[in-house]
């Protein structure tokens, strides 16, 4: 596929502009979804327009001021932090805007990524529980879908099938299935529990040969020993340097199934 230089500069001046809205409003709790389209786009557009080594040489380039935000107990000094890695971004991206300038052709193919497949013929089924209470960490995962721009399905959107078997139809009809795994119950013996219902749509992924991806939440208890046959996504919602580990190891295993 071909794409003329006067829309890849339009296209970085556009990640410019998000990360530029970030800065002007900015809070030390930056895992917003304006950040996450602004950040994750920014590493999707890069794998596109140049390679995915550029793509891991930014989050790199980029990187050490947010470490330095997760290590920093101080608020003010942490703002400050965070305040450098947005404009790490944003010089960054400048970088990349005067290279195509002065150095791409007024037409040039775009490279291919590794594992190159159109978002259109792979549809994942996000299994998570819609309580009030996991609103926030469930929309941060569906917006890093979002940001990437994969078409996702949910047991949400309205159907005249009853529930069981609208949610086993939607399983079924997808290409992948991404669980999030969160804690409900506490156990007298310790730990939690997760939602059944959770338990009962994995069943239904396994049993219908989906690969899965899952993000549990530390301290529960079983995940149907999902966690002794594939390597899942652990995350704790009060420890956001393990959120940023967990983003990552979900972007890459959005790679390796072909989505990024």
């Not at 944003?90 to 159109?118: C, D, G, H, N, R």
């Not at 569906?142 to 159907?159: C, D, H, M, V």
């Not at 506490?186 to 993000?215: M, N, R």
């Amino acid at each position: 596929m071909k794409i003329s230089k006067a829309k890849a500069i339009q296209l970085i001046d556009q990640k410019i502009s998000q990360f530029e809205k970030v800065r002007a409003h900015y809070r030390l709790k930056y895992l917003s979804e304006a950040y996450n389209v602004a950040y994750m786009g920014t590493l999707n557009l890069l794998a596109e327009l140049f390679s995915e080594e550029e793509m891991v040489n930014f989050r790199e380039v980029t990187g050490a001021s947010l470490d330095l935000v997760l290590e920093e107990h101080d608020q003010n000094m942490g703002h400050e932090y965070f305040r450098g890695h947005l404009d790490s971004c944003i010089a960054k991206l400048k970088v990349y805007k005067e290279k195509i300038q002065y150095f791409w052709p007024e037409q040039v193919e775009m490279l291919p990524t590794a594992k190159k497949v159109s978002h259109s013929e792979i549809l994942p089924f996000v299994s998570m529980s819609f309580d009030v209470a996991d609103k926030d960490h469930n929309e941060y995962v569906t917006g890093i879908l979002k940001a990437l721009r994969i078409k996702f399905e949910t047991g949400e959107r309205y159907s005249k099938k009853s529930i069981p078997e609208k949610v086993q139809s939607r399983i079924r009809d997808s290409d992948l299935f991404i669980a999030i795994f969160v804690k409900r119950d506490k156990i007298e013996s310790g730990g939690y529990t997760t939602p059944s219902w959770l338990l009962k749509e994995l069943g239904i992924a396994q049993g219908a040969q989906k690969d899965v991806i899952a993000w549990v939440e530390r301290g529960i208890k079983d995940i149907a020993g999902l966690n002794y046959e594939k390597e899942v996504i652990y995350f704790d919602r009060q420890d956001v340097k393990e959120i940023q580990r967990a983003t990552i190891k979900f972007l890459e295993a959005l790679r390796e199934h072909g989505l990024v």
